[in-house]
């Protein structure tokens, strides 16, 4: 299935309805909580925070891919107040390059800003491929090794 690039929804947490909110908290809770086995607290509060972006391409099925996008007042690293996480994508639509859609359009939204990201080891090539870079070693974060990833505001 071909998603055009302008299929991505964006929005903040005020403007989610209950229907989309709950597409979203049950995707992530069916891969973290289900697939993965993730045992961290999932439902933050990060959220509802007035700077967080819920960026997500959905079909007839509800959300298929999702991202969130933090932004935290004190820089993690450098000047990296923008954080990515919460990468998700449902298992039936793997391998169509819908993270990568989502992903293009943050860029976008937000490529004049520094961003982190604590990518899953498996999925850092995907960051590469938008100018993020690997820093520290790499680290274990809820059983899965996880590397820390810097992209520069361009």
């Known amino acids: 299935m071909v998603v055009p690039n302008d299929s991505v929804i964006a929005k903040s947490w005020g403007e989610l309805t209950t229907t989309e909110l709950y597409s979203i908290m049950k995707l992530r809770t069916d891969i973290f909580f289900v697939e993965q086995k993730v045992d961290e607290e999932e439902l933050d509060n990060r959220d509802?925070?007035?700077a967080t972006g819920h960026y997500w391409i959905a079909d007839e099925h509800g959300v298929a891919a999702y991202i969130r996008v933090l932004c935290n007042e004190t820089a993690e690293y450098l000047d990296g107040h923008r954080v990515i996480g919460r990468v998700v994508v449902r298992e039936d639509r793997r391998g169509e390059g819908l993270a990568q859609i989502i992903m293009k359009r943050i860029v976008l939204d937000f490529g004049a800003e520094s961003m982190l990201l604590h990518a899953q080891d498996y999925i850092v090539p995907l960051y590469l491929k938008f100018g993020f870079e690997s820093f520290g070693d790499?680290?274990?974060e809820a059983t899965i090794m996880h590397?820390?990833?810097y992209r520069?505001?361009?």
């Open 48 to 50: 509802q925070e007035d």
């Open 147 to 149: 590397q820390s990833m």
């Open 138 to 140: 790499a680290y274990e």
């Open 152 to 154: 520069a505001g361009q």
